[in-house]
């Protein structure tokens, strides 16, 4: 299956001159999208500073993946210039790359968009209602362009991405910017009305800018009080800010009749203490004007809020609910960000949580509003994650019950590089580039939203294993059920699919549709990490009121790879009284065999299935296929759950002093009725540091250990793993994160100087970087030695810190923004966290601290307490549980942190003598520049 297409450009030239210049554009040269069928072209220009270029390009096709397709023809210039069709047949994404050893100057990096490539896509007919007679409104989008003769607010790629919704900003301080006289001139000249009817875009109305002279300005940073306005503050006048709501509401009621309801976001990330410098009743006072102001004069309109920064921010929401939010929100709009990849975050439970808390304090669930989502490609290892990861998200969040979710962002941009579905191609990066060029999440996000944005989740396939994902849809406009699957392991799993048709539609990630005749219903699908579309599937098995089940059998049956199933089953009604044919199908994988028998139906009749399963079959949940045939038609059908099982259970990896060495130690019990043999093969890093040949007998424990090696480092975490290869070719592996440090402990006063430290450089291992191109003044010198203490009050932690400049003059809560120091504690490393926050909140174990020198003197900042402290105010005064010391001379800060076990662990739950530590030095030497930071980490570069 083709899943996009490659243009690749090959020169044919032994020896090109370094000042040789191509000039390459596409035909739609500012958005490099094209419709499909639509006529595209590629124009190339010689601008060299000879007269004639020495060689004529020649092209190669290729797919996504690399794979060739074609050969094409070297092209003729003619002028110095010549142009070239591009495939626009097949929906995908395309790149036209240079190849040799001087790639990067015929085609060079232009903005974000890496030298030696150009990228276009091709995605499907534009849909000219996405908003289906304003009916839905589900796919959002942050970000714009700003073209040419292009579009007036910036929305040209909307069409393109299938845009549903769209934010609108009709803020205080936008159109009363110096008083309530500017509010009809400024109105008078409101575009987006005339837009939104004729893109049919559902919008919804920002209202979270209040105008400078609004608020009180005295209580804003001096760097923000020379802005027009402000999110963070409430107003001084509520009569003013009621007056300007009555004005700009009756506004958007007149002008947005046609929408079924009107939805109004009032505030914008109001998180105490960075996002709002006010209070939680100052939040809650806003709200209370708005909601009575809006349900006056809008009857159709919708508050939403508090518009918070994360799905984790469940305690958050209950205090501010608590305080009295409950009454006056009618939506609950949150940045649902959960990380990536989405499968593995608990996007679903996080929706859960905070419902629960929205259905606890509010009396009823309400509609979601995620208001903006994503990631980098650094975060995700590359443009092709990204586009993968944030077309899942749209599924899962779809499937969770999200009646809105707003992607961020549409180009990357300077401050926070790699968001962008579309590659920046203007200099600097700004926002709003007139130049954008697609990544391949462009057509990924399209044949996703054609497919699910007039779709309800009619269930998840929860049976598929952790690495299956798969969900049933409706389309609510056709009534069709669709399923959606893909395997988020990156393994291409195949699938048997059973949709209980003869013919079904089936569409590829990029949107690509063909007809498929099945075998009786069954289909075999290699996934991969782009969904698959299976549209046409049988309500008979799949929709809300499928066939009840006719087999009495074991809800899940579990077997070990290498043996024979066994499964007893009875039929619970006889439908027919003819001879039929029993069978069960499933994964080539997981047996080569199939189960046929012959039989006449009886009521509670015994049956036994037995099917051999494959010695290398994969482990885990799988699915299978029971269905009865009669006169070479099926008249029953069927899901069977299954479950292969390891034939080894395994303890922790665990790292332990041994005699002046470190040892990793691991247990492993054979949970099979037969002996294991094979070798097992220890790594730290990679590299292998044990390998032993192994029996083991059935139903024995055995316990493993390997010396690790001399060189071992202390500051790092370091992941082992042991490989147990079976004389039959089935292979287990088992890993976990270690380290090998000791904190001694000390006799109390504790003597500072005596503390054994270790020492952490800015080298490639140690240093974290908010980007990858930040540069400071004299980084290299930027070196730091910790050393940790305990005894049986306090935790002792020392950190002497050489930094050339020392900058921290960001507010409290943000001091980690600029120079300053983290810590992190665990009291029980390695427990399992519960998804379910409200339990976490109650149960952690963990605990984050900030510690900064700071113009306003020494402060240490909480930014997570442990299940059951004591400490009410994030910004701590050093008391006798918290002992703080910081200073600075000479080009060296040291940090000096006594913090009573009380503190980290007020529930007692640390066992043993372990604790989980963490740290990171931040340091920005920059002022004002947002990615000019970098960190220094010891043991976890993932924590900071």
């Given at each position: ?43 190339i ?11 004529t ?137 005339k ?79 960075w ?5 939680i ?34 305690d ?186 003869q ?69 619970t009604?006889?439908?027919?009284d003819?001879?039929?044919?029993l ?27 037995t ?29 069977q ?8 259970e ?84 088992t ?15 504790v ?21 990858p191109?930040?540069?400071?003044k ?59 926050l ?60 006594a ?14 003598d ?22 220094l ?8």
């Open positions: 299956m083709i899943h996009g297409i490659r243009v690749l450009l090959i020169l044919f030239c032994a020896a090109m001159p370094a000042w040789a210049t191509w000039r390459m554009d596409t035909s739609q040269p500012q958005l490099n999208v094209f419709e499909q069928h639509e006529s595209a072209m590629l124009s220009q010689w601008t060299g500073e000879e007269a004639a270029p020495a060689f390009p020649a092209l190669e096709l290729y797919d996504m993946l690399g794979n060739k397709l074609a050969d094409l023809l070297p092209t003729k210039l003619v002028d110095q210039a010549a142009s070239l069709k591009l495939p626009t047949s097949k929906l995908g994404y395309f790149e036209i790359r240079a190849i040799g050893d001087k790639a990067s100057q015929i085609i060079p990096a232009l903005g974000s968009r890496p030298a030696g490539m150009m990228s276009y896509a091709v995605v499907a007919k534009i849909n000219r209602d996405p908003a289906g007679q304003w009916q839905y409104h589900y796919l959002g989008m942050q970000g714009t362009t700003i073209l040419g003769n292009g579009h007036p607010l910036g929305w040209d790629a909307y069409p393109y991405l299938g845009i549903q919704t769209a934010g609108l900003g009709y803020h205080w301080n936008k159109y009363e910017t110096t008083g309530p006289q500017d509010f009809e001139k400024k109105i008078a000249n409101d575009p987006y009305p837009v939104i009817r004729e893109m049919n875009i559902y919008p919804n109305f920002q209202l979270s800018g209040f105008p400078i002279w609004a608020v009180n300005q005295e209580r804003l940073p001096k760097e923000q009080r020379k802005h027009r306005g402000t999110t963070r503050l409430p107003p001084k006048d509520y009569k003013e800010y009621e007056a300007f709501l009555r004005r700009m509401v009756t506004h958007i009621k007149n002008n947005y009749s046609q929408l079924p309801h009107r939805t109004y976001e009032i505030l914008w990330e109001p998180c105490i203490p996002g709002w410098y006010g209070s009743d100052e939040i809650v006072k806003v709200f209370e004007v708005a909601h009575r102001v809006i349900h006056e004069v809008d009857p159709n309109g919708r508050v939403a809020g508090p518009t918070l920064s994360s799905l984790n921010d469940t958050y929401l209950e205090q501010l609910l608590v305080a009295g939010l409950n009454q006056y929100i009618d939506v609950l709009s949150c940045h649902p960000y959960k990380g990536y990849p989405p499968e593995k975050t608990a996007i679903e439970q996080g929706l859960a949580d905070v419902d629960h808390v929205v259905q606890k304090h509010v009396g009823r669930s309400l509609p979601f509003l995620g208001t903006e989502f994503g990631f980098t490609d650094d975060a995700c290892q590359g443009v092709l994650n990204h586009s993968y990861g944030i077309t899942t998200s749209l599924i899962i969040f779809k499937a969770g019950g999200a009646d809105t979710h707003t992607i961020f962002y549409l180009a990357d941009y300077a401050g926070e590089p790699g968001y962008g579905f579309f590659y920046n191609m203007v200099k600097g990066l700004p926002f709003g580039p007139k130049k954008i060029s697609p990544k391949p999440a462009v057509p990924m996000i399209r044949a996703c939203i054609d497919q699910i944005g007039t779709s309800k989740v009619i269930g998840k396939l929860d049976y598929l294993g952790s690495d299956l994902w798969g969900y049933i849809f409706e389309d609510q406009q056709t009534h069709e059920l669709m399923a959606i699957l893909w395997d988020v392991s990156d393994q291409n799993r195949s699938l048997l699919f059973d949709t209980g048709m013919h079904v539609t089936q569409i590829d990630g990029f949107g690509n549709p063909q007809r498929v005749t099945t075998r009786d219903g069954l289909v075999n699908l290699a996934l991969t990490r782009m969904p698959t579309y299976i549209r046409g599937i049988s309500p008979r098995m799949y929709g809300p009121n499928r066939l009840k089940p006719l087999v009495a059998t074991p809800s899940n049956w579990l077997v070990s790879r290498g043996k024979e199933l066994k499964v007893p089953l009875t039929f009604r006889a439908l027919t003819k001879p039929v044919t069978s069960f199908d499933t994964d080539a994988d997981i047996s080569q065999e199939q189960f046929r028998k012959t039989l006449t139906l009886q009521v509670d009749q015994p049956l036994t299935v099917l051999p399963i494959a010695s290398n079959a994969p482990l885990g949940p799988a699915v299978g296929y029971l269905r009865l045939t009669s006169q070479g038609k099926t008249i029953w059908r069927g899901i759950h299954l479950e292969i099982t390891p034939e080894l395994f303890g922790k990896l665990t790292a332990e002093p041994e005699n002046q060495t470190w040892q990793v130690t691991q247990t492993v019990r054979n949970v099979a009725d037969i002996p294991w043999q094979g070798t097992v093969t220890t790594q730290i890093d990679d590299r292998t540091i044990a390998k032993q040949k192994l029996v083991i007998p059935a139903g024995q424990k055995m316990t493993l250990t390997s010396v690790l090696p001399a060189d071992i480092q202390p500051t790092k975490v370091h992941p082992v793993k042991s490989i147990f290869a079976s004389e039959v070719g089935t292979q287990l592996t890993q976990n994160d270690v380290t090998c440090m000791v904190i001694p402990s000390v006799s109390s006063p003597d500072w100087s005596r503390l054994k430290s270790i020492r952490l450089t800015a080298d490639d291992q140690n240093l974290w970087k908010n980007h191109s930040t540069q400071l004299n980084q290299t010198d930027l070196a730091a030695d910790f050393a940790y203490g305990y005894d049986d009050k306090f935790v002792y932690v020392q950190a002497v810190v050489q930094d050339d400049v020392h900058r921290c003059e960001t507010r409290s809560g943000t001091t980690w923004d600029q120079d300053s120091l983290q810590l992190a504690f665990d009291v029980m490393p390695g427990r399992q966290i519960s998804s379910n409200l339990a976490e909140k109650n149960e952690r174990s963990n605990s984050e601290f900030c510690l900064a020198l700071t113009p306003r003197g020494q402060e240490i900042y909480v930014h997570m307490r442990p299940g059951g402290s004591s400490i009410k105010e994030p910004l701590i005064t050093p008391n006798e549980n918290l002992k703080l010391d910081i200073t600075r001379e000479q080009g060296v800060t040291r940090y000096r942190l913090i009573a076990w009380e503190l980290l662990d007020p529930m007692h739950q640390r066992k043993g372990i604790l989980g530590i963490a740290a990171a030095v931040n340091d920005s030497d920059a002022a004002g520049k947002f990615n000019n930071r970098v960190a980490c010891l043991l976890s570069r993932r924590w900071v």
